[in-house]
Each structure stands twice: as C-alpha cells, then as structure tokens.
Nanobody, 111 residues
Framework: QVQLVESGGGLVQPGGSLRLSCVASGSINSIVVMRWHRQAPGKERELVARLSGIYATYYGDFVKGRFAISRDNAKRTVYLQMNSLKPEDTAVYYC?????WGQGIQVTVSS
C-alpha cells in the first residue's frame, strides 16, 4: 500500500502563497483520482480539490480560482498551489491518493 507524506505547510500572511506537496512511497501512475481535503478546528472535513487523470479538476466553491491541483508522476507527487490565502483557509490539509490518506499538514494564515 502506498504511503503518503505531506509537506509545504506552515504560517503565511493573508494574501500569501504556499505549495503543498504529497509524496507517495510508490508509483502513482495507475492512480486516477487524487484529492486534497482540509479540516478546520470545530468544522467538518471538506474537499478542497480533486484531480482525475491529468487535467480534469474540481474545486470547492470557496477556492474561487485561488488554488490549483496538479501531479507529477515521475516524482510520485501531487501538489496543491494555494494563492491569495485568507485566514479562513487555516486548517489541516490532507492529501488522498487512491483512497490512501496522508497524515495531514497544518496551514495557518495569519498576520
């Protein structure tokens, strides 16, 4: 079973950017659907972005063009580029690759 390790989180000021990475321990070539989710304190987990294949994407309404999900099969990695970050984006972010979940990584948006 593939294991996942997320990185790239941290503290950023409002309006800033972060790129989250999710590296798999094995090949992801055959995995079609990849997702990023998030969970803020006291709130339910929500889907942030989904990538089906290489180009088919879906984003939560709250993203509004600010985030982009992508994959690099050669690096066994799925990315989430987050721009124009807002305090309400503060949450633990999880990658989901072929129904295997990462451990989560904290993103805090604050001045």
């Amino acid at each position: 079973q593939v294991q996942l390790v997320e990185s790239g989180g941290g503290l950023v000021q409002p309006g800033g950017s972060l790129r989250l990475s999710c590296v798999a321990s094995g090949s992801i070539n055959s995995i079609v659907v990849m997702r990023w989710h998030r969970q803020a304190p006291g709130k339910e987990r929500e889907l942030v972005a989904r990538l089906s294949g290489i180009y088919a994407t879906y984003y939560g309404d709250f993203v509004k063009g600010r985030f982009a999900i992508s994959r690099d099969n050669a690096k066994r990695t799925v990315y989430l580029q987050m721009n124009s970050l807002k305090p309400e984006d503060t949450a633990v972010y999880y990658c989901d690759v072929g129904a295997t979940w990462g451990q989560g990584i904290q993103v805090t948006v604050s001045s």
